[in-house]
């Protein structure tokens, strides 16, 4: 049974090569004509690994090709999510499983509600890629992916075809408590990378306003997510900060390339479920008023 991508960034393109390179058959799905086209004259992926390229060859197809999808890889941004799923839901067979590997939260339930013939697999993942060229990706840093339906337990059937890709994963029944502790954990370093204009090590400086973000931040997850969620958030924080000092988050990645970023779905998510829980979360909020400040300054949008 193929395996369809939608969406050509690192994590798609990631995805795809794995797939496509143990033999699984694969497909790129891309936003045009023109973008076919463009791949087509290359033909194929390229994957790099601690400086070691691989070629990967696989099939390539636009949005509007009328094959059926029975499993897809939802790859692309959180905020393009909803866009990007109505432009194939019609090809989404009854029973299709669709992966998403969005960042934050938020735009998994916009996506699943206009697919509900399909089952929504959630994914949070600790891999590291960047994109080095229009199909080229840079693998660069190992991780863990864990995949879980919060309205259905059951594993599906496919998890061998992912350790048959080298794909590390692992099926979990608390998918959400994980995606809301990933959320927490972007809210408390993202944002302040971005103001700061630092490195995630930059925050060693920082370590009170840190603090400050991660008490409220405890407190909302406890309502969200339980309190094993919330146990050790600043400890966490803390130790990753220390571990990827000279990482630029993705959040600080995006407003270098002048791109949109994905506050909505993480420090806007946390505000405004805690605002409907009636949760006082006077650092979160001030935090997102100066992003968004920032964010307007330098000609982005600020959602």
């Known amino acids: 049974m193929s395996w369809h ?12 090569g794995r797939l496509a ?15 076919l086209d463009s791949f087509l004259q290359a033909g194929t992926i390229a994957i790099t690994r601690q400086q070691q390229s691989t070629a990967v060859a696989l099939s390539a197809q636009t949005a509007a090709t009328d094959e059926p999808i029975r499993r897809l890889i939802l790859a692309c941004k959180a905020y393009d999510a909803e866009t990007a799923i109505a432009s194939i839901a019609q090809r989404l067979v009854d029973g299709a499983d669709v992966l998403l590997l969005q960042n934050g939260l938020g735009s998994q339930a916009a996506v699943a509600a206009q697919i509900p013939q399909a089952r929504c697999i959630l994914l949070s993942s600790t891999e590291g890629a960047f994109r080095d060229g229009s199909f080229s990706v840079n693998f660069a840093g190992a991780g863990q992916n864990w995949l879980g339906d919060p309205h259905n337990p059951a594993p599906p059937d496919w998890l061998n075809e992912l350790q048959q890709a080298g794909i590390p994963h692992q099926w979990t029944t608390s998918i959400d408590q994980r995606l809301w502790r990933k959320l927490a954990v972007n809210c408390a370093i993202n944002p302040l990378c971005v103001l700061h204009a630092c490195r995630n090590g930059g925050l060693l400086e ?4 840190v603090h400050g973000l991660c008490l409220e931040l405890v407190t909302l997850l406890e309502q969200c997510a339980g309190s ?7 400890a966490e924080v803390e130790q990753i900060i220390r571990a990827t000092a000279s ?6 990645q995006d407003v270098q390339r002048g791109q949109r970023t994905e ?24 935090l997102q008023q100066r992003l968004r400040a920032q964010l307007l300054v330098l000609g982005l949008p600020d959602d």
């Open 5 to 16: 991508v939608l969406g050509a960034g690192s994590l798609g393109l990631l995805w795809a």
């Open 21 to 35: 390179a143990s033999g699984l058959p694969t497909s790129l799905l891309l936003r045009n004509q023109a973008s």
């Open 206 to 209: 920082h370590l009170q306003e």
């Open 228 to 234: 094993s969620s919330a146990a050790g958030l600043f």
């Open 247 to 252: 990482n630029q988050c993705s959040m600080l």
């Open 263 to 286: 506050i909505r779905y993480l420090l806007g998510h946390a505000c405004t479920q805690a605002h409907q829980r009636g949760l006082p979360v006077p650092q979160l909020d001030a």
